[in-house]
C-alpha cells in the first residue's frame, strides 16, 4: 500500500517479505546507474530565524526519481546506499552540488548576508578518510565561505562514533565546519552528556515537535532541552513545525530556529529564488 503524502514526502511502501528482498535487490541495482542517469534531485528546506520570522539558510533533501517507480524518498534508499558503500558516491553528489547552490544563491544577493546550506551525513560517509578534503574542495571550488555548508548528523551517529571516529569530527571542525546534531531525543543521550560532543547546533527531533499541539507536557521538555543547550552556547532547531500554535510555543521558550511545513516544505531549487523574494516582499510590506 502506498501511503498519499504531502508534496515534500515520499510514498512508503509495505510489501510481504519476500517482495520486500526481491525490491531491495532491484532497487540496489537501479541504484548504481541513477547518479550517472541524472535521477536523484536536491530538495531544500527553509531554515527559519524564529524571533524574525526570516529564512537564514536551508537543509538539503535528497530524493531519487526513479523512472518505473516515481520519487522514492531517503528512508528508503539511503540505508540501502549505506550498505552497499554506494552512499559514498551518493554523498558526494550532494555536498557538491548544494555547495554550488548555496554559493549561487549567495552570489545573487544585495545585502550581502549568506545563506547556508546544512548536509546530512551518515556514519558510512564519516569513516571514509577523504570526506573532509571533498567538502574543503567543494567550499573552495564554489568560493563559499567557512559558515556557508554546514553539516548534520545524528545523534545516533554521534553517540555512536567509536571512539577512533571521533577525531574525524574534530577535524572537520578545524577546517570551520559547523556540526548539527540532527534528531536529539531518538537516541539515547542525556542532556548532561551534551558537553561532550563536539557540535555546534542541536536539531530537535520532529517526533516531539509534531506533538506540542496536543501533549502540552512535552514544552516542558523541549524547554529544558532548549535551555540547557542555550547555557552551553549551542543554538537549538525545532524540526516539524506544522502550526502557528507549535511557532508561538517554541517563541516563548527562546528556540532560535525553526524548520516545518509551516514555513515551507522541501522546495526544489528552482523554487528557491521565488520563495526569497516573496520573503523579502512580506517582510518590507510589514514594514511599511
Ligand atoms: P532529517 O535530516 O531529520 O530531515 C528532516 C525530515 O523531516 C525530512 O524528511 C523532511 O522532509 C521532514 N520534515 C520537514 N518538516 C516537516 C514537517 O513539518 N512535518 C513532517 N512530518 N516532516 C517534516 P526526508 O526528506 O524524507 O528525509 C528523511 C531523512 O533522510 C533525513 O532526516 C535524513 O536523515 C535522511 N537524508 C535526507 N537527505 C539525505 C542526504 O543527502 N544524505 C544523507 N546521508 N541522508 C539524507
Ligand atoms: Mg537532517
Ligand atoms: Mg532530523
Ligand atoms: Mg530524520
Redesign the pocket.
Known amino acids: 500500500r502506498a501511503k498519499a503524502n504531502?508534496k515534500?514526502?515520499?510514498a512508503t511502501f509495505d510489501f510481504d517479505m519476500r517482495r520486500d528482498a526481491v525490491d531491495r535487490q532491484e532497487l540496489e541495482a537501479d541504484m548504481r546507474d541513477a547518479i550517472s542517469n541524472d535521477q536523484f534531485l536536491?530538495?531544500f528546506?527553509p531554515i527559519i530565524d524564529l524571533s524574525t520570522g526570516q529564512t537564514n539558510g536551508f537543509?538539503?533533501?535528497?530524493?531519487w526519481g526513479h523512472p518505473e517507480r516515481g520519487m522514492i524518498?531517503?528512508?528508503v534508499f539511503?540505508p540501502i546506499?549505506?550498505e552497499t558503500g554506494l552512499?559514498i558516491e551518493?554523498?558526494r553528489w550532494?555536498?557538491r552540488n548544494?555547495a554550488r547552490q548555496i554559493g549561487e544563491w549567495n552570489q545573487g544577493r544585495s545585502d550581502g548576508e549568506h545563506l547556508f546550506v546544512?548536509?546530512?551525513?551518515?556514519k558510512r560517509?564519516l569513516l571514509d578518510s577523504r570526506i573532509c578534503e571533498s567538502l574543503v574542495q567543494y567550499r573552495r571550488e564554489f568560493a563559499l565561505e567557512p559558515q556557508d555548508l554546514r553539516l548534520?548528523i545524528?545523534e545516533t551517529t554521534i553517540a555512536d562514533l567509536r571512539s577512533d571516529l571521533l577525531p574525524m569530527l574534530h577535524k572537520l571542525r578545524d577546517q570551520g565546519f559547523s556540526i548539527s546534531m540532527?534528531?536529539f531525543g531518538t537516541g539515547l543521550s542525556s542532556l548532561g552528556a551534551l558537553h561532550n560532543y563536539p557540535i555546534d547546533c542541536l536539531?530537535i527531533?520532529?517526533s516531539f515537535?509534531?506533538r506540542l499541539d496536543t501533549d502540552r507536557s512535552l514544552l516542558a521538555v523541549v524547554s529544558a532541552i532548549t535551555s540547557m543547550t542555550q547555557s552551553l552556547g549551542i543554538p537549538v532547531v525545532a524540526?516539524?513545525?506544522?502550526s502557528k500554535e507549535t511557532v508561538v510555543a517554541l517563541q516563548s521558550i527562546g528556540c532560535r530556529w525553526g524548520?516545518?511545513?509551516?514555513?515551507a516544505?522541501?522546495l526544489p531549487e528552482s523554487h528557491v529564488e521565488a520563495y526569497l523574494l516573496d520573503e523579502n516582499d512580506h517582510q518590507q510590506t510589514n514594514a511599511a
Open positions: 504531502g515534500g514526502q515520499v536536491l530538495l528546506q537543509e538539503s533533501l535528497v530524493r524518498g531517503p528512508e539511503i546506499a549505506e552512499i551518493l554523498g550532494v555536498a548544494a546544512n548536509i546530512n551525513l551518515s560517509e548534520e545524528t540532527d534528531d536539531k527531533d520532529k515537535i509534531l524540526e516539524g513545525i506544522e524548520q516545518g511545513f509551516f514555513f516544505e522541501p
